[in-house]
């Protein structure tokens, strides 16, 4: 059937008589469809299902069940949209390491199953695919029903893994790349010992042993190198068609795509983990906890604090915060803009992934399960107590944890 064009928005959608057709109502579906809600057919009229769908998205959005889809709601999944919800490219979501999503999780989550799979040290998704990277292998793993879609044990996995279109890119010793859908290796590139996660643009760029930076097509033929001072250099990220990054001789460095020098800053101690791209800026913690906000595109420091002399993981960021997270277990909230303290919270557990930030809760994983924070009431809570969460994910609106000997996925608690 030929449907009516209608920007989705562009009018309130709810059923009624006759009932609404048009592409803004399969937008809807194909939204809602892949967030876990909609389970028929996608006809692109709203009818009892898509009602039905829409009042289960409300309710776990803490929104009056009404079935009727308002501009707040648009605005919400317009949000969803923009961020790519059901895809978690990197260990901290996208190719800036943001942690971020614009998909709701709530705060009482309760376990819904869970799997074997020991040894985790990173995940990522798309769409209804779990990709699970383990020391041992690599494991995918079906959202919907948490059965095992296939296993590559070829390879030895030496940092987690990043999604290229329809491949998944594994530093291994070498780089591997995987397919998506089958696990097959479909290509080894002979790449130098991999220190960090390999990160996939337009090919893959990748830190490699003795402080390099280097890229690669997608057929693994090298593009360029680019040798820094140090001898280790952090994760790259990827942003303004620029590459980010640090390395062990105290400057932060930026590259074209072509590895041709942008600038570079110098820095008072090395930053190991990744940097960040957020709010027009590059953020990165230095391993004395010094705070830098950079100028993305000069590499001025635009503020430089310090807080403590605890040692902090990679930051997360919100709407209206970046939060970092100390060795102690101290939660530090920040504005972006200049670095002033918006709250402080203590855990006083060491903490053992990155934050996950939603709009309403913050996940993170401690050496005593997995922590969970209320931003609205400062609340938190400890699921999967007394276990060390090794890795952490959203997927949909479940939070997917590991710990040193299974994968467990929680979903929420009403």
Known sequence: MRLPVVALGGRELKKQKPLLVGTDVRNLQQLLKRLGFFKT???????????HAVIQFQ?????????????????????????????????????CHTGYSPVPVPFNLKVAGAKRIPGIIGFNSYTDILIAVARNGVWALDLKNFGILWQNRDLSPTAEASVMGSHIVVPSGNLVILDLYSGKIMKTVDAENITGSAVAGEGVIVAADGGSMQAFDERGNKLWQYKTGGVLCSPPVLAYDLIYFASSDHYFYCLDRKGIPYWKTKTVDVISNPPSVWDGKVFAISRDAWFYAVNPLTGDIIWKKKFSDEEFIAPAFHRDFMLAV?????????????????WIKEFKVPPTTSPLLCPKTAFIGTENGLAALDLLTGKYTFHLEGKKITA???????????????????????
């Open 326 to 342: 100390d060795a102690r277990g101290t939660l530090l909230a920040l504005s972006p803009q200049r670095a002033e303290i918006k």
């Open 392 to 414: 952490l994910i959203q997927t949909r609106f479940d939070i997917v944890a590991a710990t040193e000997d299974e994968i467990a996925v929680l979903s929420p608690d009403f």
């Open 59 to 95: 309710k776990v959005l803490g929104a009056k069940p009404s079935g009727i889809v308002d501009n707040a709601l648009f605005n919400i999944l317009h949000e969803l949209e923009q961020g790519g919800a059901g895809k978690w490219l990197t260990i901290q979501k996208d190719f």
């Open 41 to 51: 057919r996608i006809d692109g009229v709203f009818g009892d299902d898509t009602r």
